[in-house]
């Protein structure tokens, strides 16, 4: 099936893409750009980036690794910072 039809992507490309990426490198990230890239292609009017990301997350080895699903962290008392201190900002 079709899912880019600016740059003729079907769904077998892309879970081809994933599961190159994925066996190259166990800890990578798996961006649409990544996979536009990997098939030296790039995106051209976008219409197709809901379904090219619903065929993406229906590949078994397009996952965060488990490594990795911790980085996100909590906001911090008082916000979000640069874990700089107070003294250091620029802006004020
Ligand atoms: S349909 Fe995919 S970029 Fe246009």
Redesign the pocket.
């Known amino acids: 099936m079709i899912v880019?039809?600016?740059?003729a992507i079907t769904d077998k490309d892309i879970r081809g893409a994933v599961d190159w990426m994925r066996a190259a490198d166990p800890a990578t990230i798996i961006t649409p750009g990544k996979v536009y890239r990997a098939l030296g292609k790039r995106?051209?009017?976008?219409?197709?980036l809901s379904l090219?990301v619903d065929t993406m997350r229906a590949c078994d080895t397009v996952g965060v690794p488990e490594n990795l699903r911790s980085l996100r962290c909590a906001p911090t008392e008082g916000g979000m910072h640069e874990r700089r201190s107070e003294s250091r900002r620029v802006s004020e």
């Open positions: 880019c039809h600016c740059m995106a051209d009017c976008g219409g197709c090219f």
